[in-house]
């Protein structure tokens, strides 16, 4: 596994490499076909008296979703073994679930002897609401504006993501090893644009656009 070790406001002692180096043997037993782990350690700095900190961000990467994890402590060696705990535990879960899924398959079966689709009800969406879904934007503020009433203090930081079409269950999945607390992907079961997201304890919540049609066509019926 190549290993990335990046310091922001800190260097990187041998020390600091070695230890990552040892705890690296964990993470690869847990995912042998892991490629890449990157490793960012920031150093925190506060005017208010208050304790300097240390951020240490791991992304590993290979084969499969993106798994990230980030912990903080006043010891940056101490914030790794934190990060690693925790991104040794999503990928735990992680391979847990796909045995899982392999023993006990949900949603969609194929049946080779009939052909036959079971186990999903779903209506296909319409041209429009796909076309919908893929060109929809947010207005921004446009860089050198000269009028001063069309200023804004507020940036709204954009990015573009291909769609994915999931059920919720894998949303969730893929949202816990990505380390975040929401996941934007479209109901396969439904075709709509939908967000799961982290509630309290380990409870999650789905929120969904029921899109019947896009907006230009509403207008113009």
Same mark, same amino acid.
């Given at each position: 596994?190549?290993?990335?070790?990046?310091?922001?406001?800190?260097?990187?002692?041998?020390?600091?490499?070695?230890? &990552?180096?040892?705890?690296?043997?964990?993470?690869?037993? %847990?995912? /042998?076909?892991?490629?890449? !782990?990157?490793?960012?350690? *920031?150093?925190?700095?506060?005017?208010?008296?208050?304790?300097?900190?240390?951020?240490?961000?791991?992304? !590993?990467?290979?084969?499969? /979703? &993106?798994?990230?994890?980030?912990?903080?402590?006043?010891?940056?060696? +101490?914030? %790794?073994?934190?990060?690693?705990?925790?991104?040794?535990?999503?990928?735990?879960?992680?391979?847990?679930?796909?045995?899982?899924?392999?023993?006990?398959?949900?949603?969609?079966? #194929?049946?080779?002897? *009939?052909?036959? %689709?079971?186990?999903?009800? &779903?209506?296909?969406?319409?041209?429009?609401?796909?076309?919908?879904?893929?060109?929809?934007?947010? /207005?921004?503020?446009?860089?050198?504006?000269?009028?001063?009433?069309?200023?804004? /203090?507020?940036?709204?930081?954009?990015?573009? #993501?291909?769609?994915? =079409? $999931? *059920?919720?269950?894998? +949303?969730?999945?893929? $949202?816990? !090893?990505?380390?975040?607390?929401?996941? !934007?992907?479209?109901?396969?079961? *439904?075709?709509?644009?939908?967000?799961?997201?982290?509630?309290?304890? =380990?409870?999650?919540?789905?929120?969904?656009?029921?899109?019947?049609?896009?907006?230009?066509?509403?207008?113009?019926?």
């Amino acid at each position: 596994m190549d290993i990335n070790i990046v310091g922001v406001g800190v260097g990187i002692t041998d020390r600091f490499r070695s230890v &990552v180096e040892e705890k690296v043997s964990r993470i690869e037993h %847990l995912a /042998p076909r892991a490629q890449a !782990l990157e490793v960012k350690v *920031t150093h925190r700095s506060y005017r208010n008296g208050r304790m300097e900190d240390d951020t240490v961000e791991l992304t !590993l990467d290979g084969k499969g /979703p &993106v798994v990230r994890a980030e912990a903080t402590d006043a010891d940056k060696f +101490a914030a %790794l073994d934190l990060a690693v705990d925790k991104i040794s535990e999503q990928v735990r879960r992680a391979k847990d679930k796909r045995v899982d899924a392999r023993n006990h398959p949900r949603g969609a079966r #194929f049946e080779k002897g *009939t052909g036959e %689709l079971s186990g999903i009800d &779903v209506e296909p969406a319409s041209v429009e609401v796909l076309r919908a879904v893929a060109t929809g934007s947010i /207005p921004v503020q446009n860089e050198g504006a000269g009028d001063d009433e069309d200023y804004s /203090p507020v940036v709204i930081r954009q990015k573009e #993501f291909g769609a994915e =079409w $999931m *059920t919720v269950e894998d +949303a969730v999945d893929r $949202m816990e !090893l990505v380390g975040h607390d929401f996941f !934007l992907f479209i109901d396969a079961r *439904t075709d709509h644009p939908s967000v799961v997201y982290r509630r309290k304890g =380990w409870d999650y919540g789905v929120i969904a656009l029921a899109t019947q049609a896009a907006p230009a066509a509403q207008v113009a019926s």
